[in-house]
């Protein structure tokens, strides 16, 4: 079963503070994804990677950065964090096209107060 | 403007019913349609899911009811446990050169004993 490290679990920040969630993904997949969660709205992707140096923008990319350093690590940067930015964030990997089963961590719940 | 809807936020039903849980999409292009299964406190992990040349797959007591002129899917919990209790996303994807999963805003089950 293919594992997905997220860290930290919980963070709470002020706004306008400077927020980086992490990723780590040790199955040699290609494909990493950052999400986020709300209710009403389901999974909503932001960012995502197709190998280390890639990025490529997701649906909500407003307020956030990302940046993937090498195939196991994918990070999510919030540089002034703002309250509608608290949210439960995911990350997901996945093999490479044909395989779209996609692997989620067990989430970071980010408030911003 | 969703692409994915589930109708329902929520759905309870008694231990032993079928729980059906429904999804519309928009896209015309969508060919794969997956529901995660997501458990308090943890990432959604892939259930079951169907292909658009399908209108039926079924995986123990999990089938997937497909219609594609009509452009919805259903998920069917046949023979409902407390274990089930849940939160069900139904997704999309469309086969692209940039594949990304849409994600409905998901149904929460409970399951009564």
């Known amino acids: 079963e293919a594992a997905v490290t997220q860290s930290p679990r919980n963070k709470v920040t002020v706004t306008g503070g400077n927020v980086t969630l992490s990723c780590r993904q040790t199955?040699?997949?290609?494909?990493m994804y950052w999400y986020r969660q709300d209710t009403g709205h389901g999974l909503r992707l932001i960012h995502y990677s197709y190998g280390a140096g890639n990025l490529q923008i997701g649906d909500v990319p407003d307020g956030y950065k990302a940046t993937r350093t090498t195939q196991e690590d994918f990070f999510l940067l919030l540089e002034l964090a703002s309250p509608s930015q608290t949210s439960l964030y995911f990350c997901?990997?996945?093999?490479?096209?044909?395989?779209?089963?996609?692997?989620f961590g067990h989430g970071t719940k980010l408030s911003v107060l | 403007q969703q692409q994915v809807r589930q109708s329902s936020q929520s759905l309870t039903v008694w231990e032993g019913e079928t729980a059906i849980l429904n999804c519309s999409y928009e896209?015309?292009?969508?060919?794969?349609f997956p529901w995660y299964q997501q458990f308090p406190g943890e990432g959604p992990a892939l259930l079951i899911a169907i292909r658009s040349v399908s209108d039926k797959k079924e995986d123990g007591r999990f089938t997937i009811f497909f219609n594609k002129r009509e452009k919805n899917l259903s998920l069917h919990i046949k023979d409902s446990q407390p274990g089930d209790s849940a939160t069900y996303f139904c997704?999309?994807?469309?086969?692209?050169?940039?594949?990304?999963?849409?994600f409905g805003s998901g149904t929460q089950l409970t399951v009564m004993p």
């Open positions: 896209n015309s292009a969508f060919d794969y």
């Open positions: 997901a990997s996945r093999e490479d096209r044909g395989n779209e089963r996609l692997f």
């Open positions: 997704a999309a994807s469309a086969p692209s050169g940039s594949w990304q999963l849409i």
């Open positions: 199955n040699s997949h290609n494909y």
